[in-house]
């Protein structure tokens, strides 16, 4: 259920490693040069999200946190039509370099292909 202040509550984050690895193990996938998204169904009726952005793919705090933020407005942007899922987002080298609406654009071809591959299975 997408929030009507518009944040990012607690409980719409994976918290647990537990529940990174049952994404990561079980989760169906998206890829492209900026963007790696894995998604899980959830018992939940909401969308959680992981992130996964590594200093290797971005050396600089600064190009870190904000490819945090586009994923996390992204999403913020997106719960409704993500719902029911657990979603991790990996980063790859091409996101540092790559413009904000390059990166938002990305997301949003990856959230629309998560909800077919899930509505497919």
Known sequence: MPTSEGNFP?????LKPD?????????????????????????HG???????????????AVDRNRIK??????????????????LVVVSRHGAVNAENRQCLNSLGQHWQKMVEQCAAS
């Open 10 to 14: 607690r409980r719409c984050r994976l």
């Open 19 to 43: 529940e990174y690895r049952r994404v990561f193990n079980d989760g169906q996938r998206s890829s492209d040069r900026l963007f790696l998204v894995l998604a899980r169904p959830n018992r």
């Open 46 to 60: 909401y969308a959680r999200l992981g992130l996964a952005v590594s200093k290797k793919s971005s050396p600089r």
């Open 69 to 86: 933020r586009l994923i996390r407005e992204s999403f913020r942007l997106n719960q409704g039509l993500l719902a029911g899922r657990d």
